[in-house]
């Protein structure tokens, strides 16, 4: 199992596929926050806020990442999150491929049925501190609504015109 290399720069895990989706999820404005420090992580989390809901990556090892997207509520931990509406475990290729490809929240195709957290989505309270939080530049920040919200635009135009439904 390939762990975190010690390097602060997240884009690079040594596999080329895995580190231009790694460069496309910063791009699309995630905090990133590293556990242990930036020079030598022992994990990442990356949290993307949506208001209500949070998109969330936590990636351990290149063959060890969950990505998910949870409820926000009051008490909500970002280490430790109760509920999630939905999650991907796998490598990191996979794992980033499906956040990256996960519905706007408001997409009628977006998950929205609540189920307990799965334990991977946990992280250690040994491996939390200490947390070097990196948060996205403004551009970024809403890049990933820009983008999302472009696509359920355009769903929700391909939707009117198959009904002959119009606004």
Same mark, same amino acid.
């Given at each position: 199992?390939?762990?975190?290399?010690?390097?602060?720069?997240?884009?690079?895990?040594?596999?080329?596929?895995?580190?231009?989706?790694?460069?496309?999820?910063?791009?699309?404005?995630?905090?990133?926050?590293?556990?242990?420090?930036?020079?030598?992580?022992?994990?990442?989390?990356?949290?993307?806020?949506?208001?209500?809901?949070?998109?969330?990556?936590?990636?351990?090892?290149?063959?060890?990442?969950?990505?998910?997207?949870?409820?926000?509520?009051?008490?909500?931990?970002?280490?430790?999150?109760?509920?999630?509406?939905?999650?991907?475990?796998?490598?990191?290729?996979?794992?980033?491929? $499906?956040? #990256?490809? %996960?519905?706007? &929240?408001?997409?009628?195709? @977006? =998950?929205?049925?609540?189920? !307990? $957290?799965? #334990?991977? %989505?946990?992280? &250690?309270?040994?491996?939390? @501190? =200490?947390?070097?939080?990196? !948060?996205?530049?403004?551009?970024?920040?809403?890049?990933?609504?820009?983008?999302?919200?472009?696509?359920?635009?355009?769903?929700?135009?391909?939707?009117?015109?198959?009904?002959?439904?119009?606004?």
């Amino acid at each position: 199992m390939k762990r975190l290399s010690p390097s602060a720069d997240l884009s690079d895990l040594g596999v080329p596929e895995v580190d231009a989706l790694l460069v496309a999820v910063t791009r699309d404005g995630f905090t990133l926050r590293y556990c242990n420090g930036p020079r030598e992580p022992t994990l990442i989390v990356g949290t993307y806020e949506w208001g209500s809901w949070l998109d969330i990556l936590v990636i351990r090892a290149v063959d060890d990442v969950i990505s998910a997207r949870i409820p926000v509520t009051a008490s909500t931990d970002v280490f430790a999150p109760d509920t999630i509406v939905w999650a991907y475990v796998g490598d990191a290729e996979h794992a980033l491929r $499906a956040l #990256l490809e %996960l519905p706007h &929240p408001d997409s009628p195709q @977006a =998950p929205k049925a609540p189920v !307990p $957290a799965p #334990l991977s %989505l946990h992280v &250690p309270a040994a491996r939390e @501190a =200490p947390v070097t939080v990196r !948060p996205p530049t403004a551009l970024a920040a809403r890049a990933r609504q820009i983008r999302l919200g472009a696509a359920l635009l355009a769903n929700t135009a391909d939707d009117q015109t198959e009904t002959g439904i119009s606004r």
